[in-house]
């Protein structure tokens, strides 16, 4: 089953890029940038990958972050990621990108955008992969910085697509962010927002009301409000789930206590994701294949949900139509 989950065509729909900074490559940027790093090696790097909770990854994650200075940087990550998707044979990515964690460093936001942007134009060239980028609210700062962030960065308004809410879920709700989510819309972005990881349903319900929001990144805590779930369901508002996090992060103690079987029972959009995958040991594909494996999932259940991925993909119906036809002939081979 690794096989047909590497032939899968896959949608990559909750990818933070900064989660994609392997240790090699944060050694390589460090030393380049003279950064010192708290750590001797690569190896004690991934040593000290062990979290108890949301929080506690999010330290060494924008601890992480502190090595990328210039576009080079931001291109570089990117790129390194674009390999691995290509290899993994995901053919659309829609992928976050914090701003706010390198401009309270003082980068302007403009080497963040060109970096980044410059690698994902290089990525459809060269490996066909096409790209949306995210630019993603830090909830644990105010809604006024995160206006002010938007405003910033207004002047590359056509490099991003969609607007995000991510870091600290818990006690930072939503509604904190309705303005900028509001301003957002009217600029004519997409609008996502991480909810129901550590927070509870009712920030769920906030993302869809306050911000609305027509996708929800991680969601799976959406199960202890039936009422939500049927919202959801009725809706088909997509699940950006995220199997290998949701264990590492401690959302669930084991990947066969994950509630992804319940969540499929009831009917909802469910897609497959990875996160961070340079801290949560996957890529896309081996949060599919762990999912397979805890749930003994079939090969007409793998299709749906990479089908899932690009019904819930901010792409043309032309493009999803092509795609679902490659998915039936895989399905029935
Ligand atoms: N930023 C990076 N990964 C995140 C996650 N899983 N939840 C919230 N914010 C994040
Ligand atoms: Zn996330």
Not at 163 to 172: F, I, K, T, Y
Not at 258 to 285: E, K
Request: charged share 25%; net charge negative.
């Amino acid at each position: 089953m690794k096989d047909f989950i590497a032939r899968l065509p896959k949608a990559e729909l909750h990818l933070h890029i900064e989660g994609t900074l392997e240790p090699e490559l944060m050694f390589e940027i460090a030393s380049r940038n003279r950064v010192h790093l708290p750590y001797q090696s690569p190896e004690q790097v991934r040593k000290a990958y062990e979290f108890s909770d949301l929080q506690s990854f999010l330290d060494i994650y924008y601890q992480g972050t502190r090595v990328l200075l210039q576009d080079r940087d931001f291109y570089d990550l990117a790129w390194a990621y674009l390999k691995k998707a290509h290899e993994q044979n995901v053919r659309h990515a829609e992928v976050f990108f914090d701003p706010q964690a390198h401009t309270e460093r003082g980068i302007p936001i403009r080497a963040i955008i060109d970096g980044l942007d410059q690698a994902f134009q290089d990525g459809e060239r060269q490996f066909g992969i096409s790209s949306k980028l995210i630019l993603s609210f830090l909830r644990h700062l105010s809604g006024d910085h995160a206006m002010k962030t938007f405003q910033d960065a207004l002047p590359f308004r056509d490099r991003f697509a969609g607007v995000g809410l991510d870091s600290s879920e818990r006690d930072h709700p939503p509604e904190k962010f309705t303005s900028v989510f509001a301003r957002a819309r009217e600029e004519g972005l997409f609008v996502v927002a991480h909810a129901g990881e550590e927070g509870p349903p009712d920030y769920v319900w906030q993302a869809l009301d306050a911000l609305r929001a027509s996708r929800i990144d991680h969601g799976v805590r959406c199960i202890e409000d039936p009422a939500l779930v049927d919202r959801l369901r009725a809706e088909r508002v997509p699940l950006t789930v995220c199997p290998l996090s949701n264990v590492k992060l401690r959302v669930f103690d084991a990947i066969e206590n994950h509630n992804l079987r319940q969540l499929l029972s009831a009917g909802l959009c469910v897609t497959i994701n990875s996160d961070d995958p340079a801290y949560f040991g996957g890529y896309i594909n081996e949060n599919f294949l762990a999912v397979h494996e805890a749930f003994d999932l079939t090969k007409d259940e793998l299709c749906m949900l990479a089908r899932n991925s690009f019904e819930a993909a901010f792409l043309p119906d032309s493009e999803k139509t092509r795609i679902f036809a490659e998915l039936d002939e895989l399905a029935s081979s």
